[in-house]
């Protein structure tokens, strides 16, 4: 974009010199002068109900939230004089006392909205948080005789209502009724991450924004640290969003205003980077007020940095460090370069088209448990490895896992897991992707094409022997310290580039769950040391790795007609 070119509604393409010059990262918007100054006069009166003195707004709030508040409810198209920020994602650090400033912008816009009889939501993903948030908002009208007189408090339903319009606020937790009837005028939503965790939040967030079309349009203010696990869910796609708007790419008219204080990619993947604590400041804008510096270092030295997946939890929280693989520690070594090793353009029939030859990798599951498949192929001329794989669910895994479901469905919406309606579904489905193989001539005859885990399914071997592949054409391939070879082998084929994979965020998952034990001399990976998080493709990938390991051959008789190797880029 040249520098005469007008900028896309909301960009900031200069964010990180914002943030590094202490300014909030966020686009100029126009503002109504004069609704902004109403809106901070009784701001700014209001009161913190739990620090000593309980000074105003006006003495302990951040300048930053106050740029935040003015922009949300006073922009304005100084052609059209319309509103133009209908939407505000903002993403700030821990303990930036985010929660507090949200009660305290819900009464401004309980106090500010002139219709009558309308509904306003905060909404917490929790009882503790939602409770929190009532409890701010609750005590800041009780310290003022002169908002007893303007508002009702009715704490059994936690609902505070304006006596003079009968619009009310509630205060609720996050479930599937929260949005029933009127559309809200305006909805607030802390701590937006945690519901990427939950399976209907799409849902209801289209319910919500159904009044972003309607004459009388309802707002949306979403506040949040980062996750404390790799973005998923509604989440992931509103973080996607405003980040695509901020860097100029969501569009020429955005309603949602971006304001996030992250690092750029490069700086949250640098250690060195982020672990310097001269760089901390610029992403907390209310240190000095309710962050102490002497007590978040302390912090760090006591509890961020016992582990390696302790500090990069510390990190998510009080940085807005984005998890993405690899938590160090007792983490598969080849998390650490599995990212780098990614190329969105290779998918299955990428793979087929550039190898000269492929084996199959599974581990199977139960009801509850996914089944996996994966395809590691040997790239013509450059002998890489060129990695794929796909993956099955029962619902019985949705209805027991709840803690994943979300992430399942994204992987589902990617297509890189497919649900089963019934038995057997998944078993059909793999062995549907091995005979594209077989009939490509893309799989050894001469060693086993298929390596499965020992204790696989029945199921699997009867479908197999179906399909013509006799028991020369699979093996079960040993497990735990059995699979060492894989284990120690694969990460330094990645740290090399020799091992190049589809950039799935189901293998990044993957991956990032792998947990390893030393057990005598060899390291394992195994489910129990993953835990409850799923490791199922990695451990068909292992699989596939031990039968690439024996060096295996197409049949030679139609070797011969592959066409040119690819050249290593």
Partial sequence: MSATEALPRFACPDWWEKLQAGDVPMADVPINEAKAARVLAFFNRLRLPDVPGNPTMAEACGDWFKTLLVAFFASEDPDTHRELV???????????????????????????EEAPNRQMLLVGPSQNISERCFEQAQGMVALDEKLQLIFKVQDHLKTITRRKTGTSLDVKTFDTTIVTGEIPVLTIID????????????????QIRGGGITMQRGKLLMITTQSDEMPTGIWKAELKKARAIRDG????????????????????????????RSNWGMLLPNLGLSISEQALEEDYENNGKVSKEAEQIWASQHLNIEIGVGLGGDAWRGADYWETCGDEKLNLDEVMRRSEVCVVGIDGGGLDDLFALTVLGREKGSRRWLHWAHAWAFPEVFERRKDIDARLRDFEADGDLTICQEVGDDVTGAIAYIQRLEAAALLPIQTPAIGLDAAGINELLDGLEMAGFDDKRWIGVGQGWKLNPAVLTLPRRLKDRKLVHCASDYMAWTVGNAKTELKGSNYIVTKQAAGSAKIDALMATFNAAMLMFGNPEAPASLNDFLSDPVMVI
């Fill in 249 to 276: 790419k969501g569009g020429p008219k955005p309603i949602m205003l971006p304001i996030l204080y992250e690092y750029p990619e490069a700086q949250q993947k640098d250690e060195t980077f982020w672990r310097d």
């Fill in 191 to 206: 701590e937006l991450h945690e519901l990427g965790k939950k399976a209907k939040a799409l849902k209801v967030m289209q």
């Fill in 86 to 112: 209908w939407e505000l994602l903002c993403m700030v650090p821990k303990k930036n006392s985010k929660s507090t400033y949200v009660a305290a912008l819900a009464l401004t816009a309980l106090y500010m």
